[in-house]
Structures are given as C-alpha cells and as structure tokens.
T-cell receptor, first 115, second 112 residues
Framework: GAVVSQHPSWVICKSGTSVKIECRSLDFQATTMFWYRQFPKQSLMLMATSNEGSKATYEQGVEKDKFLINHASLTLSTLTVTSAHPEDSSFYIC???????????FGQGTRLTVV | QKEVEQNSGPLSVPEGAIASLNCTYSDRGSQSFFWYRQYSGKSPELIMSIYSNGDKEDGRFTAQLNKASQYVSLLIRDSQPSDSATYLCAVNRKAAGNKLTFGGGTRVLVKP
C-alpha cells in the first residue's frame, strides 16, 4: 500500500505551548487528508478533513482556532495544537487518499502528552 | 442509528477457526467500503477494500458486500493469535461529501 509518514511519533509539551504535527504522503498525491484523535480504548474521532489548497472542514465540536490545519501541498498537511492543555493529550492520527472513493492510508500516529 | 455500526465484541475465536465480523451502514448511496486492522497503541492499517456486491478474497481475508441489505462483512480464515486486534469498518459516505466514516470497531481475540 501507499506510504503516509507522520512526524513526530510522540511529543511531550508544557501546558500553554503549541505543537505542530506533520503528515506526508511519500509516494502519491494526497488530494484529501483526514485528521483523527483517539483516546485510550475508544474509537477514532474525525476532527477535520482537508483538501489541498482549501480550508479544512472541521467536525462539530472541534475548535478550528485551537486545532489549526494546513494542507498547502499535495503531499503535506500539518495540524497545530495551539495553547495545549492536559486534556488535549491524546493519540493524533492522519490519513490520506488520492481520490474521492479510493483507499485512505494512515500515518503512524502522534502521541501527544501535555504536562 | 449510527452511520456505521459494528459489534464491539470481544469476538473470541480459537486458533485455526474462522472469525466473522459484520458491519452495517445507513447511507444507501455509499460506494466504497474498507476494513482496517488496528493493534493496541498503533494506527490503523488497511486490510481490504471492496466496491461492488459479492465477495473479494485476499489471502486469509474475504470481504463480502451486500448493498441492498447495507452490510459488509469480513471473514478471517485460519485465525492466528497475531490476528488479535480491533477491526474497523469504514464507509465512504457520498451523502457526507465522501467523508470516510468509521464504525466503533470489533475487538477480536484469537486464543491458542
């Protein structure tokens, strides 16, 4: 399958600081990227959908000013958690696909811990 | 009704047996369907994709799709302890702007 690389795989930050997570499609052009959050023993929760060159579409209840998503190129999307707090600690995962109905491939995920 | 529903399990299966997982979806206009496997603490990995009615086989995995009944299933033959994981059904929902929607997942435990 196609390769999606997510970086960093884990990060610890202080409360009040911002953290940027990168998601890259290495061998295909990702027209759409998805960002998910997953708490322990819970299912994936879609946070937002981003299409290259467009503003991200956020799910209900997700603060767009807190979770900044940029999809500036066909191979890179970033998620910035601004003014992070301990309740933002979670497993953040991106996925990417190159078409409307095609398979989506996941990055390795980023485990964020806010202390 | 949830857009994509799965039995949360756990589904306990003896080693070597067949594991059968089911998934139902509500959006009749959905066109593409996927099964992912997720090990604890890891991100999901794609196992199968299916787009038309019928069966699709890949190694020990068989996906079955019935659009009229709005269900998709996954069979795992000759189950191995390494198959123990959570299996996620995902549906590309046309009514939601082709958003990929996941079910809650079914946890499978394969016992030696």
């Amino acid at each position: 399958g196609a390769v999606v690389s997510q970086h960093p795989s884990w990060v610890i930050c202080k409360s009040g600081t911002s953290v940027k997570i990168e998601c890259r499609s290495l061998d295909f052009q990702a027209t759409t990227m998805f960002w998910y959050r997953q708490f322990p023993k819970q299912s994936l929760m879609l946070m937002a959908t981003s299409n290259e060159g467009s503003k991200a579409t956020y799910e209900q209840g997700v603060e767009k000013d807190k979770f900044l998503i940029n999809h500036a190129s066909l191979t890179l999307s970033t998620l910035t958690v601004t003014s992070a707090h301990p309740e933002d600690s979670s497993f953040y995962i991106c996925s990417a696909r190159d078409g409307v109905n095609t398979e989506a491939f996941f990055g390795q995920g980023t485990r964020l811990t806010v202390v | 009704q949830k857009e994509v529903e799965q039995n949360s399990g756990p589904l306990s299966v003896p080693e070597g047996a067949i594991a059968s997982l089911n998934c139902t979806y509500s959006d009749r206009g959905s066109q593409s369907f996927f099964w992912y496997r997720q090990y604890s603490g890891k991100s999901p990995e794609l196992i199968m994709s299916i787009y038309s009615n019928g069966d699709k086989e890949d190694g020990r995995f068989t996906a079955q799709l019935n659009k009229a009944s709005q269900y998709v299933s996954l069979l795992i033959r000759d189950s191995q302890p390494s198959d123990s994981a959570t299996y996620l059904c995902a549906v590309n929902r046309k009514a939601a702007g082709n958003k990929l929607t996941f079910g809650g997942g079914t946890r499978v435990l394969v016992k030696p």
